[in-house]
């Protein structure tokens, strides 16, 4: 009864469910971007950059393997079901941050496998709005993930200066835990029944389960392909900055705590701008393909100027530029919606999400190591006063050697997107309308439908069939 009158009081599903549930649990998360720098150089004095991709790489490799099966497993149970449950597992490590750091990260580690809020939250918000709703729609997801990180870095950084670590793990772990209840309690079901695959008891094949069954599908659609492929490129330079770009900042461009928190609040501020205003804009205007392209052109401009940057100024201007440059996810995610089948989107936006994760283990760790072959220290938790007087300091002529590699990924995710066609192949949208028109009591039958046309289009039937 209690379930059933919340169900009557939250209504149907709408965008602003998905966009409350992003900004509560990045903002826990932002909270913690002073304590965990804290934590991982208590925990690893010696290696601490090194265990940060380590631990990163571990959790993204599970991330990039259950992705695609939990977006296929959303589209046939629903998404209510596993946004809770990454939800959940993607927040339960927090607490345990100043219990035991130990634990910490080897439970952070392993929260990879449920890690793909993203994945459900783009299914869940495609289930609800039009086809021409949701590059907007995206946007504004995106940009409260932007959002979410305007102010939470440096609240967190002040109550740790004022009052501790503590506080501020104990402030995130409260907001996490309302963002299970508010899945929980007040998230509807966006995914009717009708409109899913089975039903629960629909047994599971290992061909289903078998996480690297729809990346080699992948392969067979050459429109995903070209899209995963540019993900990969434009995603994995981004990973890497940001497990290091704030720490970047203070050591190597000398940048003070408030100049990074400001830095942080800047960035978002203009990226919610970009995701929602411009993104509408130019989507309109331009179309989604020549949006891509925008978007990677500003990426590869930003981190240009990041590496071959070395004055404050030089880092606030780049930062306008990153900030414009974050429109290209959104519009990706649009481009993927547009040319898959309704009741695939959970399994397509599980395989993008599932290569970010990726991205978010490799990137890290080749940052990481890129620092370490130019011998750019990383390891201490505050800026190290320069014993070369200004008159005798040489500057690199590069400064920041992993960026400049990143530029040069964009570039091939570049090439690689020119190639992307603005309108996908009908024979997807054909095979969704027939699949949909059969008898809902069909069952079985309804299965069997497409899988006689596996060669024709087998990413769209058989990544959730």
Aim: glycine fraction near 8%.
């Amino acid at each position: 009864m209690l379930f059933k009158h919340i169900r009557r009081s939250v209504g149907r599903a709408r965008v602003s469910h998905a966009v409350a549930v992003i900004f509560l649990e990045f903002f826990s998360w932002g909270l913690l971007t002073t304590p965990m720098l804290t934590v991982l150089h208590e925990t690893f004095p010696q290696h601490t950059f090194l265990m940060n991709g380590l631990i990163q790489g571990v959790k993204g490799l599970l991330s990039f393997m259950s992705a695609p099966l939990i977006g296929a497993l959303s589209d046939i149970w629903g998404r209510k079901s596993f946004l809770l449950l990454t939800v959940f597992f993607t927040c339960a490590p927090i607490p345990l941050m100043r219990i035991s750091p130990w634990w910490f990260f080897a439970l952070m580690s392993v929260s990879g496998l449920f890690s793909v809020t993203f994945s459900v939250i783009f299914a869940y918000v495609a289930d609800i709005t039009e086809e021409h709703e949701r590059s907007t729609a995206y946007g504004l997801v995106s940009a409260t993930f932007a959002a979410s990180l305007v102010t939470s870095p440096a609240i967190g950084a002040f109550l740790s200066a004022q009052y501790g670590d503590s506080l501020v793990v104990l402030l995130a772990t409260i907001i996490a835990v309302a963002d299970i209840l508010f899945v929980l309690l007040v998230v509807p079901e966006s995914l009717p029944d009708k409109m899913r695959l089975s039903s629960w008891g629909f047994p599971i094949s290992w061909a289903q389960a078998d996480p690297f069954a729809s990346l080699r599908k992948v392969g067979k659609d050459s429109t995903v392909l070209l899209i995963c492929v540019t993900v990969f490129l434009s995603y994995l330079p981004e990973a890497g900055q940001y497990s290091s770009f704030f720490l970047y900042l203070g050591q190597v461009i000398n940048f003070s705590s408030e100049a990074i928190a400001a830095y942080i609040a800047m960035v978002g501020i203009l990226s919610i701008i970009a995701q929602t205003l411009l993104l509408s804009i130019l989507m309109k205007r331009i179309g989604n393909k020549s949006t891509v392209l925008l978007g990677l052109g500003f990426q590869l401009f930003q981190l240009a100027w990041y590496g071959f940057g070395s004055e404050p100024w030089m880092m606030w201007a780049a930062g306008t530029v990153a900030a414009m440059s974050s429109i290209t996810f959104p519009a990706v995610s649009a481009l993927v919606s547009h040319c898959t089948d309704h009741d695939q989107q959970g399994a397509v936006q599980g395989m993008i999400t599932g290569i970010r994760g990726l991205c978010n283990g490799l990137g890290p760790a080749l940052f990481g190591f890129i620092f370490f072959l130019f011998n750019v220290e990383l390891k201490e938790m505050s800026p190290v006063p320069n014993p070369i007087t200004p008159g005798t300091e040489e500057k690199s002529v590069i400064p920041g050697p992993p960026f400049l590699f990143g530029a040069c990924t964009v570039v091939l995710a570049l090439l690689v997107a020119v190639f992307i066609p603005a309108q996908h192949t009908p024979v997807v949208k054909t095979c969704g309308a027939r699949v949909m028109t059969e008898p809902v009591s069909g069952g079985p039958e309804n299965a069997s439908v497409p899988a006689s046309d596996e060669d024709n289009e087998p990413l769209l039937q058989d990544s959730s069939l």
